[in-house]
């Protein structure tokens, strides 16, 4: 079977969106996508301490179901909303279409972290993103290389 390590994946997907943008800088929108408010009220409802025990409770589909799904579909409708008003800007990017099989929460976090570094001009940040552990780390990372932040009404 042929396979290929994290940072290979991550230099094929980092030269792809260079063939889309060759050389410009994209605009990040940030959205909870696998925590945020949505699991954490289901840990309370469920008495669960983290997302494993929660998919024991419930399942793994119905995790999918209630917190990835309308995460994805927030995080996409937000990134179409920010295209519309950053009327103009050369790409808005977010991460919650990628799926890349095999890759740690940790590697999607270092993709993220290395394209908002290398390839960012501006973040924004999507309604409570305060509450999901992706949206802190890229605050944190926006912050620390000195990238301009913003709220999802462009404040």
């Not at 050389?23 to 309370?44: H, Q």
């Not at 929660?54 to 209630?66: N, Q, S, T």
Request: glycine share 6%; charged share 25%; proline share 6%.
């Amino acid at each position: 079977m042929f396979r290929r390590t994290y940072p290979e994946e991550a230099d094929i997907a980092f030269s792809a969106l260079d063939c889309v943008v060759p050389g410009e800088s994209v605009v990040y929108a940030s959205s909870p996508l696998t925590t945020g408010k949505r699991l954490y009220k289901l840990l309370e409802r469920y008495g669960a301490t983290d997302r494993d025990a929660l998919k024991a409770e419930v399942g793994p589909e119905a995790v999918r179901r209630l917190v990835w799904d309308p995460n994805v579909d927030e995080a996409t409708a937000f990134a179409r909303r920010l295209r519309d008003a950053l009327d103009g800007c050369p790409l808005v990017i977010t991460p919650a279409p990628l799926r890349a099989p095999g890759w740690s929460q940790q590697e999607y976090y270092d993709f993220w972290g290395d394209l908002l570094r290398s390839r960012t001009s501006a973040a924004y940040f999507n309604h409570e993103w305060q509450y999901s552990n992706g949206c802190a780390y890229e605050f944190a990372v926006a912050k620390e290389a000195g990238i301009p932040t913003f709220d999802r009404d462009c404040r």
